[in-house]
């Protein structure tokens, strides 16, 4: 089992920034990635942005490149959000999620999918005002 548990949410104005992060516990650590999602009122859930925990390789939506950064602390088996710019359709529950290990690679287009992944936090609210 792993515990994700998020923090860092808030209310921010448009064109704020925000930085949240997600601390992942448990016995059974051993991630291939971690990634964040979100999920707006009467919306789907969508990917934003995922980090494979070895090499620290990147991958984020169109929608957020440019403005949004994910970054991991191995050390700490903690992974960061760093959110730039933020817009008022970008109000959701922002999500962290972990991706256990794998044989080989996992091509990136996969990593966006939320069913690569098998724990989840419980969320942390973001709020932007226009």
């Known amino acids: 089992q792993v515990q994700l548990v998020e923090s860092g949410g808030g209310l921010v104005q448009a064109g704020g920034s925000l930085r949240l992060s997600c601390a992942a516990s448990?016995?059974?650590?051993?991630?291939?990635?971690m990634g964040w999602f979100r999920q707006a009122p009467g919306k789907e859930r969508e990917f934003v942005a995922t980090?494979?925990?070895?090499?620290?390789?990147?991958y984020d939506a169109e929608s957020v490149k440019g403005r949004f950064t994910i970054s991991r602390d191995t050390a700490k088996n903690t992974v960061y959000l760093q959110m730039n710019s933020l817009k008022p359709e970008e109000t959701a529950v922002y999500y962290c999620?972990?991706?256990?290990?794998?044989?080989?690679?996992?091509?990136?287009?996969?990593?966006?999918?939320?069913?690569?992944?098998?724990?989840w936090g419980q969320g942390t609210q973001v709020t932007v005002s226009s």
């Open positions: 999620a972990y991706k256990g290990r794998v044989p080989g690679l996992v091509a990136h287009n996969l990593l966006a999918v939320g069913a690569q992944y098998v724990y």
């Open positions: 448990g016995r059974t650590f051993s991630a291939y990635a």
């Open positions: 980090i494979t925990w070895s090499l620290g390789t990147t």
